[in-house]
């Protein structure tokens, strides 16, 4: 089981929210996830990005492997 830390969306039509999930690489974007560690919405001025910083570095530390997206949010933080 590869494991991806990655953004799930929520919110309306138009109006996206993500969640930073851990989830398994073939579970489907919205679907069956491990954990939450963390919150992006875009929608604010300045966009805003809350990650659980403890949970994040443990996840990556037993093999947890961001996806491009959330490893650019996380390199700009």
Same mark, same amino acid.
């Given at each position: 089981?590869?494991?991806?830390?990655?953004?799930?969306?929520?919110?309306?039509?138009?109006?996206?929210?993500?969640?930073?999930?851990?989830? /398994? !690489?073939?579970?489907?974007?919205?679907?069956?996830?491990? #954990?939450? *560690?963390?919150?992006?919405?875009?929608? @604010?001025?300045?966009?805003?990005?809350?990650?659980?910083?403890?949970?994040? /570095? !443990?996840?990556?530390?037993?093999?947890?492997?961001?996806? #491009?997206? *959330?490893?650019?949010?996380?390199?700009? @933080?």
């Amino acid at each position: 089981m590869a494991l991806k830390v990655r953004l799930a969306r929520l919110g309306a039509k138009k109006k996206p929210y993500y969640r930073l999930v851990v989830a /398994d !690489s073939q579970a489907k974007r919205d679907g069956r996830f491990l #954990e939450i *560690v963390g919150f992006y919405d875009p929608n @604010r001025n300045p966009a805003y990005l809350e990650v659980k910083k403890e949970l994040l /570095d !443990s996840w990556l530390a037993k093999g947890a492997k961001p996806s #491009e997206t *959330v490893a650019s949010l996380l390199k700009a @933080r």
